[in-house]
Each structure stands twice: as structure tokens, then as C-alpha cells.
């Protein structure tokens, strides 16, 4: 770590293939060297220590966080969680802040808040600032807490994503088959991230329209066995599961449209923004009561995508883009448009960054 610059530790539960890890892969990699020397810590190993390493981002995996943090002794301490209580993961990070606030260092304790949850315990109380990954996190946040939700302490900061490299790799929106009887879902394979309206829309669709594919990442067994029970297995794929950006564009390349679906909601949803960055109308639906709706954030029905509150609404919303090219065409540009906008990875860390700055100018103390 060079000395000069502002030392940043991220702390992460796992380096598995999550849109948090990914999240914080993005932000690791993209902060700017000159000015800031990034680390990465985490209890357990997964495939994005080896990607974090390739960029040159330190990787600390396993041992003592309390050890690593003497070690590289951070100006900023980022950490990925769900916002609840986590007394194990935040009592080191909590004790290093009080340690280097004694002794006049600077130190601050960040955290990307991925579910817009309320922590009340000693960890929650000793952060400096919260970062929600969406307006809907944010404003569910401050009406079930009743805590005002306003900067510095609380702020939007949209997950990242690399719309660059989506814009360069992918087939741009003039280009593609909007037509082509070929649509797509991708999640891990977790029965939390799914909804039945990811599977009861596929008989009526399939009737109407006999030759459409439907290729899905991370099939659960519940899947499996539907399709079979239904007799679908020659309009139904279970794909791989991808991990890089490289990955992703050739799923989305080929497909016409993202069927997205999930009971819990979104509090984010990472991949519908990489699949509208890629030029890709969205299909999904609203999620119950106080359930993660930010997919409505980023789904804008009748601009990015189309919205369905039923399996039948869900058939009609995927047999209409299929039919109607034109305006699935000009849905995807909408989406990528929005992506650039407001998700670039480049803008979004630029952002962090000036957070971070403000942040060690309000804590006192020297560098």
C-alpha cells in the first residue's frame, strides 16, 4: 500500500458469483489508482478472488480481519452486507474506527446497505455513512424506520455496471432480431430468486407461439420438474451459469428479451440493468407489500420493458415484444440509454470516490 494515497478496504462476506461480490469487484477495480490503493478482504474464497487478483487488487481470503486491517491500516473500511445486525462481521471493523479515532488517525466505516435493512446494534451506530442501491431501498428504509434518510449519512448509490463494455462487446440495438422466438432468465440457482411466473406464462406463450426457446441460468429443481411435467423440454434450455462480462454477452446475444421473475423483488436488480445496458427489453412484475420492488425502478413499463401481475398479463407482455419488434427495439435502446446514464461503472465510482473524500474531510484527525 503506498502511503500518499487514500487506503481502501473492502470487506465481503464471500467472493462467490453474486451481484453483491460483483458489485464489489466493480468498485475494487474501478476506484482510481493514482489517488487510491484498494484491498479486498473476505472470510471465504470464490471465483472473483482470482478476477480481483488479475486487476491487481490485493486479496485477503480467510485468517483475521482484525489482522489485516493492522496490517493495511485503511482510511476507508467499505463493507458489502444486508444492513441487519452482523456483530461478528462489524465488531472488528467498529473497534479499528474507535482505535484510530484515539489516536488522531483518520478512519471512516462505510457500508453498501444491499437490502436496505435497519441495523441498531454498536455496528450499525458506529457507520459514517450508508449507501442504498436504489431510490426504493432508500424510501422504504426512511418510512419503516422513520429515520430521515438525507447525506451525508444516507445516500443513493446505484450498483455499478460496465456499460462501456457491454456497448463495445454486445450487439447494438440496430442489429439485433427483436423477431427471433428466443427469450432469456438468469439467476443463481437459489428457489429465493425465483417466482411461479417465470414458469406458468411458458404454456400459454408456447401454444401461441410453438417454436419459442427459453433459455435459463440457474434452473432450480422445481424447474426442472415442471418443464418436464408439462411436456416443454423442447422449448425450454438450462444453461450454464456465467460468471464474466464476456459470459453475459453472449447469453444476451442470444436472446430477445429478459424474462425476469421473483417473488422477493428486487432491491437492486443487477442483472435486468446489465441486460437493458445490452439493449434488451425487460419482462417482470411487481412484488408484494414491503417486498423489494426496485425492479420497478429500473423497468419502466412501456419505456425499458413491460410490467405483468399475472401469469396470462406475463404470456401477452413476452408474445407482444416478440410481435412487435419495432417497439421492442426501441425499448432497448430506452433501457441502454437509462443504463449509461445513471449505472456506468465510471460515474458511479467517480461518485464514491468524492464521497469518500468528503467523508475523511468531516472526520478529523491526519491521514
Known sequence: MTVNKIRVLHVVQGLGAGGTEK???LLACYTAPERFAVAVHSPADGPRAGLLRQAGIQTYVGGDVAAVLERLRPHIIHVHRGGWPEPVLMRPLR????TMHRQGRKAVLVETNVFGRHDDSPGGAALDATFFVSRFCAHRYGQVEGIAVAPPRYQVLYNPVDTDFFAAHALPPEQRDY???????ISRPDPGKWSA??????????RALPDMRYRIVGGIDEAHRYVAEQGLEDNVEFCAPVLTDGELVTFFDSISLLAHANDTGESFGLVIAEAMACGLPVVTHPAAGLRDNAQLELVEHGITGLVARSAEEYAEAVLH???HPDEARRMGMAGREKAQRLFRVQ????????IYRELLERCGGVL
Do not use: C, H
Request: aromatic fraction near 6%; avoid cysteine; charged fraction near 25%.
Open 23 to 25: 458489485v464489489m469487484q
Open 95 to 98: 473497534l479499528y474506527r474507535q
Open 179 to 185: 423477431a427471433r422466438p428466443v427469450i432469456g432468465r
Open 197 to 206: 411466473l417465470a414458469l406458468e406464462f411458458l404454456p400459454a406463450t408456447v
Open 321 to 323: 415484444l416478440l410481435r
Open 347 to 354: 460515474t458511479v465510482v467517480r461518485k464514491l470516490e468524492q
